[in-house]
């Protein structure tokens, strides 16, 4: 089982950018099952999610391959199986994607229920409340839910939650769906959006993309195109906050500003300096930030929520960063009632801190944290981990990396590139060499 073994302390200093937006790259690349002409997506992060949903589309039928380090070409001319096998679905979240698609163009599929981080309950209620309004008959047998449509019809609908996922799934159907279908309640986030745009080049009809009603008018067809996924807030958020822990300098490029106003809102009631410059950040090195009280010299919070609110993905890498920040804070993670569980874990590295319930954590910083033994539960908590590792004294160890690489392409590279002293091993302690795993399972 890979780790990573970190010696803190050291501040970080650099030019990172950032990747493309994961949760884009994932409902786009099942978005090319909606044509049978080539499609083709640059800036798609290298990472294990990405080769997952991959090896799912050439299940399905469809030609995928990478045609660059970071650009993939696929080609769905034959969708001729439209099953997958309950292994295959269990290994990423995003194969619940391939519902919508698939219905469009092939009248349906079996599906397995989806794996993903255990961060608490994730509802797929939305999913098929929105496909089933679109003319699809949704049965459960056997723990598989076979999804199957006559024909596919255009309607207005209300979803009961912004579900992101659920809204892709029915952005897609939509697409190719008889007649016009709006989507009200729906979700507004960047990766949304990108999903969106996508689906205008290749044909399709949407008004409203980035708000919480959209209007598609269905199409008989859709072409193939060539499109750019935009950077990953989330990503840029960690870097933020890598920033702070460390009390490094840091440049973030190309970080895409226009869809960080929460973000920044979020980091500087911690007491960050930020500056945009352009489509870049910079956070000055050597900050001492200090809580920013509200009005009467009440404790704040940072809590998450639908976009535009605070992105629930950097709530982890808030409370980290909150660990080192003078003052007392709330961290209200609203959305999964397991996230925050993480905590304990940066207790037993020196954090002062009170996990008041499944959503709340009381964070009085800055406290001295130092390197520990420990094991990431899921992709962001492990990258908040991971940074405070960085900015502990000492020697870490964090097991189960591979929950961290499902979402940060090459990490361990581009941290050592603005001086971290990390390292990538196997479980006798022998050194991968660049993820060489994933690599091989990208030339295939």
């Known amino acids: 089982m890979p780790k990573f073994i970190v010696h803190g302390g050291k501040r970080l200093q650099g030019t990172v950018r950032p990747n493309g937006n994961k949760n884009a790259a994932l409902p786009m690349l099942a978005a090319t099952l909606l044509t049978d002409e080539e499609v083709i997506l640059e800036n798609v992060p290298r990472i ?86 679109l003319g699809a008959e949704v049965v459960e047998e056997n723990d598989v839910w076979r999804l199957q449509s006559s024909g596919l019809k255009g309607v207005n609908m209300f979803l009961d939650e912004p579900s992101v996922t659920a809204t892709e799934n029915a952005v897609m159907a939509a697409s190719l769906a008889e007649g016009e279908t709006v989507i009200r309640n729906a979700a507004a986030e960047p990766h949304v959006q990108d999903l969106c745009h996508m689906l205008v080049k290749m044909g399709s009809e949407i008004e409203g993309i980035g708000t919480g009603t959209l209007r598609i008018q269905g199409k008989k067809r859709l072409g193939g195109c060539r499109t750019r996924i935009t950077a990953d807030h989330i990503e840029v958020g960690s870097f933020i906050g890598l920033a702070a822990v460390t009390r490094g300098e840091i440049t973030i490029e190309d970080a895409a500003p226009e869809h960080l106003d929460s973000t920044l809102n979020g980091f500087r009631r911690l007491g960050l300096t930020i500056e945009v410059r352009g489509q870049d950040l910079f956070i000055p090195g050597d900050q001492d930030p200090e809580v920013v009280l ?86 962001r908590a492990g990258m908040g981990l991971l940074i405070a590792a960085l900015g502990a004294e000492g020697r870490s160890e964090i097991f189960n990396v591979g929950q961290i690489e499902r979402g940060y392409e090459r990490i361990d590279e581009r941290l050592r590139a603005l001086g971290a002293d990390i390292r990538r091993a196997d479980s006798r302690g022998d050194v991968d060499d660049a993820h060489e795993a994933v690599a091989r399972a990208g030339r295939h």
Request: charged share 20%; hydrophobic share 45%.
């Open 48 to 133: 294990k999610d990405v080769l997952t949903l991959m090896d799912l589309l050439r299940v399905l039928g469809a030609e995928a391959e990478w045609t660059g380090d970071n650009e993939v070409r696929v080609r769905a001319v034959n969708i001729g199986n439209t099953q997958l096998d309950a292994g295959a679905a269990a290994r990423i979240r995003a194969s619940i994607l391939l519902a919508g698609p698939m219905l469009a163009r092939a009248g349906g599929m079996q599906l397995p229920p989806p794996g993903g981080d255990v961060i608490g309950r994730r509802r797929v209620d939305t999913h098929f409340f929105a496909l089933q309004k």
């Open 294 to 379: 509200d009005l009467g010299g009440h404790i704040p919070k940072v809590d998450d929520g639908p976009w535009p609110a605070f992105p629930a993905d950097l709530t982890s890498i808030a409370l980290v960063t909150a660990t080192q920040v003078r003052g007392t804070i709330l961290i209200h993670e609203k959305m999964f009632e397991s996230r925050m569980f993480f905590a304990d874990k940066l207790v037993g590295m020196g954090a002062r801190l009170v996990l008041c319930d499944p959503h709340r954590v009381l964070v009085i910083g800055p406290s001295q944290l130092h390197g520990a033994i420990v094991e990431s539960p899921d992709i």
